[in-house]
């Protein structure tokens, strides 16, 4: 029986785990961040930090505990199972391949879809058919080899880090608007309205921030992980919140506050006031590159998690094959590009986004949780790496990620278009139950 190979070494890892986060986010949500704390600078600043600097590293070094721990494939799942049985590790795969992972892969298609456009004018058609194409050659890329891909993943993460890093250069040494963020930094937000905004706009940063944790999946393909993913996901995490604030600093000194807040589109709108109209097409072109290496990262992880999931003989027997030339789950691969095709064709952009979101953290906090059964089950032994301020670090993440889940549902009351992404998210968790229940009873056949 061909098993995968263990090709992905720190190197990889550590341009895997920036290159799953550096996205599209960066480039769109800051002036809604920015909108939804009422133009304050100050809390803006707060919400990156603690959403990237604060929640992030402590999810990462959480996770590097478990993946150097447990370094099979499946990542987070693997995590819930062990930690917390086969039910909700089940529910977070089957939330993964309907929503979570499919759903970023559609929003990053449609995304890249809409940026070519900028450069090349585009039909409904032709758009529509960019989308698709984009998500096959990635699939493509991905069945052919870990190794194809991961060189893939390092060459598109250095540019899009490098050309981000270069915008934020270019504004802020020609921004004229550095003054208007002292004034800008307080707030008239007070009590439950100041926690509701921050909580908001930390769903938006999130968004940003979404696909540190994909590097886990892939732990059977990585090379020492018990030294490759403590050092990776730290260094990842510190060079991902520099660079985040770096360039949203950026925005602000080219813009001003009020027409960075005014912005959807703030890294184009920025470039275009500072070097003019032709850098439109220079962030289009950057967003596409971007956009593309993140749904490479995407692929290259998430369908490890349903090869270990028909490995338990918990999902379609086939997905837990790889290939005897190519040395991947190529069943697995080809099943989750075809969804997420499919997935192109549904739903706005913002609702994609908003189910990913809330049915994420639901199990990000449950996965980190995992590490307090699963230290307990060693009995004092030896682990290769231990997470720095246990148990602090793993409980302010899980509580955390409860805070978000819950500013979610709370948001749900009051808000008709949250109410639908909470409804929808948990209807589909509990669809995932009678599934369960007969990959069950069909294991139970065979």
Known sequence: MTNLVRTIRQRDLLYLFVGSVIGSGIFLTPGLIL???????????????????????????????????NPEAGGLYCYIRDGFGAVPAFLYGWCLFLVIASGTIAALARAFAQYLNEIVRLTPLESNIASIAMIAIVTVVNIWGTRESSNLQNVTTFIKAGLVFA???????????GSELAPAIGTNLHGFSLLSSIGLAMISVLWAYEGWQFGTYS????????????????????????????????YLIALGPQAAANSDAIAATAAKAVL???????????????VFSATNSVILTAPRVFYAMAKDNLFFKTLAKVHPKFHTPAAAIVVLGAWSVILTQTGKFSELIGGVIFVGWIFYGLSAAAIFPLRRALNGNTIPYRVP??????LLFVLA??????????????DPMAFRHVLAALALV?????????????????
């Open 276 to 290: 003019g109209e032709w850098a439109g097409k220079l962030i289009a072109a950057t967003i596409l590159i971007s």
């Open 167 to 177: 915008l934020s250069t270019a504004l802020l040494s020609m921004g004229h608007h």
């Open 401 to 414: 990620a409860a805070a978000i889940v819950g500013n979610a549902i709370f948001r749900a009351t009051i």
């Open 389 to 394: 301020g246990y148990p602090w670090t793993p």
């Open 219 to 250: 732990a059977g393909e990585v090379v020492e992980p018990e030294r490759a993913f403590p050092r990776a996901f730290l260094l990842g995490s510190l060079l991902l919140v520099a660079l985040y604030l770096i360039a949203v600093i950026a």
């Open 430 to 446: 509990a669809a995932g139950i009678p599934a369960y229940f007969f990959w069950l009873w069909q294991k139970k056949t065979q």
């Open 35 to 69: 909108r939804q704390v009422h133009n304050s600078v100050g809390l803006s600043i707060l919400v990156w930090v603690v959403g990237g600097g604060v929640l992030s590293l402590l999810g990462a070094l959480t996770y590097a505990e478990l993946a150097a721990a």
